[in-house]
């Protein structure tokens, strides 16, 4: 395969570069256009990026081991050598919110993979056949929506006891509903659309038209809800952790933190309190106000609707 | 109408039913023996063979699920729900108990996020884009962030600091002592009031500035009506239909925040019994909390519906 003759692959080569070249620039353009007309969203969007980054990187910028006690630092307010402090067996703060990252955001990333594409898959079939296959399915959808999320999802991941999987599955499925109504809602008005009924007309399949008609419209409400949606599965999976039925310790989460911090004492130390929720609350609203840009951009129709 | 109210209530026994399945499926049949829960893993193994399944007749969990579910259903009509694991009292008396706190709390949640999401939503739609406007969007986006259980941490921390004040933990009924009371409820209603707030805010926001391109407005507008007189009487009522959808919505999930937000504060109402039945493990309580919850949730969104169609008749004949 490597002794390819130089001379077939040249005249290939100008044609092809230039398309990626060209592919390049317009996503570059895209996302000059984003941070024109978004600036604020472009800028939460680079902090999502970072603590994206900071989670995949986490062992690195970490200063300190997440799991080693230090017993001669125990709960140690900030200072020079911990600057987020320590907790009651002399763990470092800040890198147990570093470490934390890494959880939350593989929850809520699968969690909103998992859920939220399967209730859009789920809404897409349903919106296009329609018939007694749709009725079914809102009935379906409506039940799950019987249940407060937090509820299901604490009720789901009792059931299955803690761990990574489950935490997933129990805050993939309360995901579901919103995917599939929103999705649905989309496909419902696009059946109508001139062009989809000119493919029906030419006797285009089932599956072509779902795949190459319908689909790419959905691809914009889709991206506006997973962001959304990632940020209700983090704060989520914070409540889990908080209430014992997220990922057991000694894995640090945010929930988890928060948790212990009311372990430490009657008075838990402030440091233990305000670096985990503010690590929350920041990365919710990376996501949330990244969301908002996406959707102003690709589709103001859909405010109010996601 | 009256026929749109049997139709829905209707739909709704069908869903509850559903639920009191699906909540026994789910706690009973899932994986996760009740004894090891209940002695802990190292009590369980010290346990005999004939003990553990004499503990599992008395507790009603070696008969067939079948006969386990209508046993269930007997102790809802019955009006007792069936008994903790660890405590002397039954289900029943639990959320008589501790029920009235928690409904407090969903109350007067609720009428603080529409005292001030409403106002706030006025000020940002009669000038979009404006500085006030921008601050609203931009506070109101941050409290969808904020987890409440963190903000509820952080103003106990924060009064015990500065105060050295601590909200009673034991319960107080509204009657019997009304300080007291108030003071373990203000605390978690405020904190999830303003979680509320902040999607009432922009959801009234969004639907004022939709309400106000219509025709009837300019009409008002053109025979001379003041801007707060438009806003207030004319544009508010109409663009006022789906923030009360949105608010009863809001209402169920408040239930499923209280259990968060009541740990953080240590208040002795349901969420914090929800709390230690699912630290506990406890399956009973646990199935029949989940299961009131999910009660509340539906009768909730029928009530709003029945309200929607009440107030705009244009759903009621749909």
Same mark, same amino acid.
């Given at each position: 395969?490597?002794?390819?003759?130089?001379?077939?692959?040249?005249?290939?080569?100008?044609?092809?570069?230039?398309?990626?070249?060209?592919?390049?620039?317009?996503?570059?353009?895209?996302?000059?256009?984003?941070?024109?007309?978004?600036?604020?969203?472009?800028?939460?969007?680079?902090?999502?990026?970072?603590?994206?980054?900071?989670?995949?990187?986490?062992?690195?910028?970490?200063?300190?081991?997440?799991?080693?006690?230090?017993?001669?630092?125990?709960?140690?307010?900030?200072?020079?050598?911990?600057?987020?402090?320590?907790?009651?067996?002399?763990?470092?703060?800040?890198?147990?919110?570093?470490?934390?990252?890494?959880?939350?955001?593989?929850?809520?990333?699968?969690?909103?993979?998992?859920?939220?594409?399967?209730?859009?898959?789920?809404?897409?079939?349903?919106?296009?056949?329609?018939?007694?296959?749709?009725?079914?399915?809102?009935?379906?959808?409506?039940?799950?929506?019987?249940?407060?999320?937090?509820?299901?999802?604490?009720?789901?991941?009792?059931?299955?006891?803690?761990?990574?999987?489950?935490?997933?599955?129990?805050?993939?499925?309360?995901?579901?509903?919103?995917?599939?109504?929103?999705?649905?809602?989309?496909?419902?008005?696009?059946?109508?659309?001139?062009?989809?009924?000119?493919?029906?007309?030419?006797?285009?399949?089932?599956?072509?038209?779902?795949?190459?008609?319908?689909?790419?419209?959905?691809?914009?409400?889709?991206?506006?809800?997973?962001?959304?949606?990632?940020?209700?599965?983090?704060?989520?999976?914070?409540?889990?952790?908080?209430?014992?039925?997220?990922?057991?310790?000694?894995?640090?989460?945010?929930?988890?933190?928060?948790?212990?911090?009311?372990?430490?004492?009657?008075?838990?130390?402030?440091?233990?309190?305000?670096?985990?929720?503010?690590?929350?609350?920041?990365?919710?609203?990376?996501?949330?106000?990244?969301?908002?840009?996406?959707?102003?951009?690709?589709?103001?129709?859909?405010?109010?609707?996601? | 109408?009256?026929?749109?109210?049997?139709?829905?209530?209707?739909?709704?026994?069908?869903?509850?039913?559903?639920?009191?399945?699906?909540?026994?499926?789910? %706690?009973?049949?899932? /994986?996760?023996?009740? +004894?090891?829960? #209940?002695? $802990? !893993?190292?009590?369980?193994?010290? @346990?005999?063979? =004939?003990?553990?399944?004499?503990?599992?007749?008395?507790?009603?969990?070696?008969?067939?699920?079948?006969?386990?579910?209508?046993?269930?259903?007997?102790?809802?009509?019955?009006?007792?729900?069936?008994?903790?694991?660890?405590?002397?009292?039954?289900?029943?008396?639990?959320?008589?108990?501790?029920?009235?706190?928690?409904?407090?709390?969903?109350?007067?949640?609720?009428?603080?996020?529409?005292?001030?999401?409403?106002?706030?939503?006025?000020?940002?739609?009669?000038?979009?884009?404006?500085?006030?406007?921008?601050?609203?969007?931009?506070?109101?986006?941050?409290?969808?962030?904020?987890?409440?259980?963190?903000?509820?941490?952080?103003?106990?921390?924060?009064?015990?600091?500065?105060?050295?004040?601590?909200?009673?933990?034991?319960?107080?009924? %509204?009657?019997?002592? /009304?300080?007291?009371? +108030?003071?373990? #409820?203000? $605390? !978690?209603?405020?904190?999830?009031? @303003?979680?509320? =707030?902040?999607?009432?805010?922009?959801?009234?926001?969004?639907?004022?500035?939709?309400?106000?391109?219509?025709?009837?407005?300019?009409?008002?507008?053109?025979?001379?009506?003041?801007?707060?007189?438009?806003?207030?009487?004319?544009?508010?009522?109409?663009?006022?239909?789906?923030?009360?959808?949105?608010?009863?919505?809001?209402?169920?999930?408040?239930?499923?925040?209280?259990?968060?937000?009541?740990?953080?504060?240590?208040?002795?109402?349901?969420?914090?019994?929800?709390?230690?039945?699912?630290?506990?493990?406890?399956?009973?309580?646990?199935?029949?909390?989940?299961?009131?919850?999910?009660?509340?949730?539906?009768?909730?969104?029928?009530?709003?519906?029945?309200?929607?169609?009440?107030?705009?008749?244009?759903?009621?004949?749909?």
């Amino acid at each position: 395969m490597s002794a390819v003759d130089p001379e077939t692959v040249l005249p290939v080569e100008p044609t092809s570069r230039p398309a990626e070249r060209s592919r390049l620039r317009r996503i570059a353009a895209a996302l000059r256009n984003f941070a024109r007309r978004a600036p604020l969203s472009a800028f939460w969007g680079c902090v999502a990026a970072a603590i994206v980054v900071m989670a995949i990187a986490a062992p690195l910028i970490a200063p300190y081991e997440p799991l080693k006690s230090d017993f001669r630092h125990m709960a140690k307010p900030p200072d020079a050598t911990h600057f987020f402090g320590t907790d009651q067996i002399g763990r470092d703060t800040l890198s147990r919110v570093i470490h934390g990252s890494r959880t939350s955001l593989t929850i809520a990333i699968a969690a909103v993979l998992f859920g939220t594409t399967l209730g859009a898959l789920w809404g897409l079939a349903s919106g296009y056949f329609g018939g007694r296959f749709d009725i079914v399915s809102q009935r379906i959808i409506e039940f799950l929506q019987s249940f407060p999320d937090l509820i299901l999802a604490m009720a789901i991941a009792m059931a299955l006891g803690a761990g990574l999987g489950t935490v997933i599955v129990a805050i993939a499925i309360t995901r579901i509903p919103f995917g599939g109504r929103v999705i649905r809602a989309v496909v419902l008005s696009l059946k109508e659309m001139s062009y989809v009924e000119a493919a029906r007309g030419l006797g285009a399949s089932h599956l072509r038209m779902m795949a190459r008609h319908i689909l790419p419209q959905c691809v914009a409400p889709y991206l506006i809800l997973a962001t959304t949606h990632l940020g209700v599965a983090i704060i989520i999976e914070a409540s889990l952790g908080f209430l014992g039925v997220g990922i057991p310790p000694p894995t640090p989460t945010w929930g988890n933190m928060l948790a212990d911090s009311l372990n430490a004492g009657l008075v838990p130390p402030w440091w233990l309190v305000l670096f985990p929720g503010l690590a929350i609350t920041i990365t919710v609203l990376a996501f949330n106000l990244l969301g908002d840009g996406i959707r102003d951009i690709l589709d103001p129709r859909l405010r109010g609707a996601v | 109408m009256y026929t749109y109210i049997v139709r829905r209530l209707a739909f709704g026994a069908v869903t509850v039913v559903g639920v009191s399945i699906v909540v026994f499926m789910v %706690l009973r049949v899932l /994986p996760g023996d009740q +004894l090891v829960a #209940v002695f $802990g !893993p190292e009590g369980y193994t010290k @346990l005999s063979d =004939a003990e553990r399944a004499g503990y599992m007749a008395q507790l009603g969990l070696s008969d067939p699920l079948v006969v386990q579910y209508l046993h269930w259903i007997r102790d809802i009509a019955t009006g007792s729900l069936g008994r903790s694991f660890f405590r002397a009292e039954s289900v029943a008396e639990m959320i008589a108990r501790r029920g009235p706190l928690t409904a407090e709390i969903a109350l007067i949640s609720v009428v603080l996020s529409w005292v001030v999401g409403i106002p706030v939503a006025v000020v940002s739609a009669l000038r979009p884009n404006s500085i006030a406007d921008n601050i609203s969007r931009f506070v109101s986006i941050l409290f969808l962030a904020v987890p409440g259980f963190w903000l509820g941490m952080l103003i106990v921390l924060g009064l015990l600091f500065t105060f050295g004040y601590r909200a009673p933990l034991a319960g107080a009924s %509204l009657f019997q002592d /009304p300080i007291a009371n +108030l003071q373990i #409820v203000i $605390g !978690p209603a405020i904190v999830l009031g @303003l979680g509320q =707030a902040a999607y009432i805010a922009r959801m009234a926001r969004s639907s004022l500035l939709e309400v106000i391109r219509e025709d009837y407005v300019r009409t008002a507008r053109a025979k001379g009506l003041s801007g707060r007189l438009v806003i207030g009487w004319h544009a508010l009522p109409n663009a006022l239909l789906p923030v009360i959808t949105l608010s009863g919505i809001l209402l169920g999930f408040v239930l499923a925040g209280s259990i968060p937000v009541e740990r953080a504060f240590g208040t002795p109402g349901l969420g914090y019994a929800m709390f230690t039945a699912v630290s506990e493990r406890d399956v009973f309580v646990m199935q029949n909390l989940v299961f009131l919850y999910a009660i509340v949730f539906v009768m909730l969104n029928i009530a709003v519906d029945v309200t929607i169609a009440w107030i705009d008749p244009r759903i009621r004949y749909r």
